[in-house]
């Protein structure tokens, strides 16, 4: 078969590059290893975990907050299986719905191992040990990530175990222990300590969610403490053992103490490494960057060899799902001799905890690091009456403007609904609005995003209404 493009992975970049390909009018195909499309998002990471976050939400406000609202309940308990069946009836048919997607716009499927023969000549190795090949002009690697292993630290997927196996737990863990503090470790941490855990979180770097602005770090530990978090920060990880039920973890404290914490599960959450193995990328020529672990492409996404293209997981910049797909659509596109556009620094990153965080822009610490000028206001969700009704009053927006033109710079919002209320920060600095723009703008009221315009106004010569 002949191809104008071919897709290797199915991920959100993968499956997204090809629907925006066939869209174009390219004859597209599609190749998957697993059984189901949707790589890692849709099957064992975004779409289950936020199936169960949301689950666990439920139980944690009926036994906290529901008495408060005049609503009494007696004997809840949690159903972890029924929990886990919904989160798997929800990943099928979210990647259910990719499979309808690729028969509606005609893109032919593989299921195998996609390698190159040479650049225009893809070999798909089938689970039963068949194999055929295809012939295309160009090539899109979307081959994703999965978790990365510490050499020292073993993963038996029983005790010690990675995102993944968090996701279909048998128990309520008594004592869950986290190895890592950002976004995946806490998300999962959080859904097991809504449940009844304990959980500890064990992090190198003085503070979670290290990549985020410090605020938002400091907001959100303080918030999972009130949860039942622990945090042990600036310790490093030395090993982990199981015996029977139990594992131990040692690390060593900043002063140096060697220290054991106990628990009956474990989690490795310490960030994704870029999938390329069996892709046969030695037979184009193409040879792995950034310490043998991501492949090198130019601003237009295309790696050395030309027609050959890479995005989201397996090349530079944030592991993000929706970084693929902006990716998979600007491929597609410049394939098709169109001139598209990214803006890497304006793609929002979202932490899935309660409350949730959520950011874009520059963060004050890179602002300071750049000797960049600038004014900041942030305003608090105890502050307004939409958070104090719903009673999620944790957290704060934080505006960050150029002190000359008052462009926004920044945006970060720790509290309800950030996820969803970022996306009015991102069209702002799409279109380079100002802190004054946002606080001249009507916001409906009581609305969480009214905290946004608050913190515009106090970026804009402290003018702040409510607080």
């Known amino acids: 078969m002949q191809y104008d493009v071919t897709v290797i992975g199915s991920g959100p970049g993968g499956y997204v590059a090809a629907i925006r390909c066939a869209q174009l009018g390219l004859k597209t195909a599609l190749i998957e290893k697993y059984s189901t499309f949707g790589g890692t998002c849709l099957n064992v990471g975004c779409i289950p975990s936020k199936a169960l976050l949301d689950s666990s939400e439920h139980f944690y406000n009926a036994t906290h907050t529901f008495k408060t609202h005049g609503i009494n309940l007696k004997d809840l308990s949690v159903d972890l299986p029924q929990m886990i069946k919904r989160k798997n009836e929800v990943v099928e048919q979210t990647t259910g719905g990719i499979t309808f997607l690729m028969k509606k716009n005609k893109i032919t499927t593989y299921q195998g191992v996609g390698s190159f023969v040479d650049k225009n000549t893809i070999k798909v190795s089938k689970a039963e040990g068949a194999e055929e090949t295809i012939s295309t002009k160009n090539v899109i690697i979307s081959t994703g990530s999965k978790p990365t292993a510490l050499p020292f630290l073993p993963i038996d997927k029983s005790r010690i175990i990675t995102s993944t196996e968090a996701l279909n737990l048998p ?278 995003t009214e905290a946004f315009k608050e913190a515009a106004l106090a970026a804009t010569e402290n003018r702040a209404l409510h607080i």
């Open 171 to 448: 128990e309520v863990p008594k004592h869950l222990i986290v190895i890592g503090g950002g976004v995946i470790g806490l998300e999962l941490g959080s859904v097991y300590a809504r449940l009844g855990a304990k959980v500890t979180v064990v992090e190198f770097m003085d503070g979670i969610i290290a990549t985020m602005d410090k605020t938002m770090s400091k907001e959100l530990q303080k918030s999972l403490t009130k949860l039942g978090f622990d945090f042990l920060l600036s310790h490093k990880v030395t090993g982990a053992s199981v015996k029977g039920k139990k594992v131990t973890v040692t690390a060593d404290s900043p002063k140096g103490e060697k220290i054991t914490i106990e628990g009956d599960y474990c989690i490795v959450a310490v960030g994704r490494t870029a999938y390329t193995e069996g892709l046969g990328l030695d037979k184009i020529g193409i040879q792995l960057e950034e310490r043998g672990k991501k492949i090198p492409v130019n601003d237009h996404l295309e790696t050395p060899v030309k027609g050959i293209y890479a995005i989201g997981d397996v090349v530079r910049g944030a592991m993000l799902a929706h970084k693929a797909e902006e990716e998979g659509v600007y491929v597609a596109e410049t394939i098709a001799g169109q001139k598209p556009h990214m803006n890497y620094n304006l793609i929002p990153g979202v932490v899935y905890t309660w409350p949730e965080v959520a950011s874009v822009g520059y963060t004050e610490e890179q602002l300071k690091e750049q000797g960049k000028k600038y004014k900041s206001g942030s305003f608090p969700f105890k502050a307004s009456g939409r958070a104090r009704a719903s009673m999620d009053i944790d957290g704060l927006v934080k505006v960050l403007a150029d002190a000359e033109t008052d462009e926004l710079l920044g945006v970060h919002m720790i509290g309800p609904r950030a996820a969803d209320m970022i996306a009015e920060a991102v069209v702002a600095m799409e279109f380079r609005a100002s802190a004054e723009d946002i606080g001249r703008i009507c916001h409906a009221h009581p609305t969480f």
